[in-house]
């Protein structure tokens, strides 16, 4: 067996993982959002030194079996708003309000779409039609929009949708220049409620470009490489697929989603009940939980609020991270959501940034290393940090550069312990597992702010959403609704549905008797929706009511080598051992806390804190009152003692 790499692209820094059986090499490089190719081929670059010694990208990727990547660039363009203008085409004009219905998809819209809104009435003779194609393209490229969205109503909204893509083919030929792309809502979904198709759509039409773009350079790259096997998309329903057989809506929250499968795969070889993931980046935090080592999914997920046709894992990610920009509004601090990326990035990275982030006032605090931060690879400037701070923070507040750092750390951390509270209520058993470039840095002080006493930080904390990547498989999913409730229509519907999958899975090299299905009814009365698991051969098949919506889902998975955990073993209590001392800034007040480096410590490895623990990619400020331990698989499990939790 080959190698597994994996790689997550996030909006400051891109992960990567080499998976080599028992082995795990990884590492990161600042994200090049100007070019995503540059940081997906230097991460690619950099885990081959690792592997080899010395850079040898050929031969890492001729030993490689899959190359599967996933990005956040989709999730932090919609949180950020920044993006494709979308011309949007209705039926009825009561399609738009309902659009529009709460105030998360008011916001969207008018970030996403805004006045770019035309009516075309179905009813319309074919000439008339025709005209009318024609002049809502024409205002709708006049009005700036370069992509072009459209979703009819009513039972036939299929057939309303097939007429007026004949027709804007016909008028506006893909050939020529200028050219607007069109999405008809049902060529991606079948899905009777005409709000969350519209909205489905819409968000594929705005993530679609830029994830093509890249992707397929990406693929060009390395096949110019003699990497013959195509580029796996992680999705953000767990699966992987090739580019050419990935919908763009299917990035969005992928990288979360690889974290998400990490955790799971941590709670069950821990067999730990409840365990709320918080993962956070440079530009979001996203928060997960597992509970019985199974994640909630939501049948009808949402983007930022706003209902979509798609099942999503019940993750939420929060416009706060490590390169959110920390500023001043009315006397008070206000955390993100804008975000500087790696692009300038925090001021601290000396490319340019003059806006402070957290990442800015962790360096003045003490609690990064400038030496060895980012594994040594990226000096942090202080006098940089110290300027952006003391200019847009402690000038306006009126505060020395200490109390402002200060009141910047609790303001991030209230902000980020305040999301976990909104994103679910916090019960005694409750573990924190904190993870991703800024995961673990403050992971005890958001604990004791969101009233949590057990944290844990997995060994590959750094890229622990890459590495959670290493537990999918290749897989499709369908889903369509039947016409006829009838056992004959459930039969030719699956016929139907499984020739699709045989095609792709094909595609994707191989024989669809080599892949698992799984068969299943979703029988919808009103509110109320019960998915039922059916044989292949039909056995169990129920009646269905006339009057009831059934869909059926099919699913082809093909399994392939998956990451693991580690060693289960137990480890005695041992002491750690200490690198060193670091002047730190801690409530308020400076101490010289002792240093413990990951790569140092032995299985059982236990101290107290206050203390520093530190990773090549990640540091985490033990405070007072907490204990770690380390587990056999290099695991820390972080502890509050029983005096109490903070108030």
Known sequence: MGMLINIDNGGTLTDVCA??????????????????????????????????????????????????????????ALVEKKGQRIGLILDEHHTAELLRGDRSSAEMFDALVGERVQFIAPSLAEESFEAAVAAATNTLAAEGANRITVTFSGDDYKEREKRFKRIFLMKFQRHKLGAIPLLCASELVDDHDDARRAWSAIFNSFLHPAMERFLYSAEHGLRSHRFNTPLLIFRNDGGSSRIAKTVAIKTYSSGPEGGAGGARAFAEYYGIGRLLMMDIGGTTTDVCLVEDARVRVQRYGAIEGVPISFSLSDISSYGVGGSSI??????????????????????CFGQGGEEPTITDGLLLMGVLDP????????????????????????DPLGATLEDALDRMYSAWVATVARRLGDYTEIQPDTTLLAFGGAGAVA?????EAANIRTVAIPAKAAVFSAYGIGFSDITHH???????????????????????????????????????LDFSLAI????DENLLAIADDFTGLPSL???????????????????????????????STRT??????????????????????????????????????????????????????????LTKRSEGLAA
């Open 326 to 347: 920390i500023s001043v509004h009315d006397g008070k601090l206000r955390v993100g959501p804008e975000s500087v990326g790696a692009a300038p990035g925090p001021a």
């Open 478 to 516: 369908y889903e369509q609704h039947l016409q006829k409730n009838t056992a004959e229509e459930v039969r030719n519907t699956y016929a139907e549905m499984r020739d699709r999958a045989k095609r792709d899975m094909y595609a994707e090299g191989f024989r669809i008797e080599d892949c698992r």
């Open 524 to 527: 919808s009365n009103g509110n």
């Open 580 to 637: 060193g001392f670091r002047r730190v800034l801690l409530q308020r007040q400076w101490h010289e806390l002792p240093v413990y480096a990951v790569g140092d410590q032995a299985a059982g490895a236990t101290g107290v804190g206050p203390a520093i623990i530190e990773d090549p990619y990640y540091t985490c400020v033990l405070l007072p009152g907490w204990t770690f331990q380390f587990t056999p698989s290099k695991d820390i499990m």
């Open 443 to 447: 992971a005890c002080a958001i604990a």
């Open 371 to 394: 030496a060895s931060y980012f594994g040594g690879n990226l000096a942090l400037d202080p006098d940089r940090a110290a300027s952006a701070v003391n200019l847009r923070i402690a």
């Open 19 to 76: 998976i080599d059986g028992d082995r795990v090499h990884y590492t990161k490089t600042l994200t090049t959002p100007y070019d995503l190719s540059q940081c997906f081929f230097a991460a690619l670059r950099k885990v081959s030194s690792l592997v080899y010694g010395e850079e040898r990208l050929g031969d890492l990727l001729q030993q490689t079996d899959y190359i599967r990547y996933s990005s956040t660039q989709g999730t932090n």
């Open 545 to 575: 009511q006339a009057d009831s919506s059934v869909a059926l889902r099919l699913s082809a998975v093909k399994p392939i080598a998956h990451a693991k955990i580690g060693n289960r073993d137990l480890a005695k209590p041992c002491a």
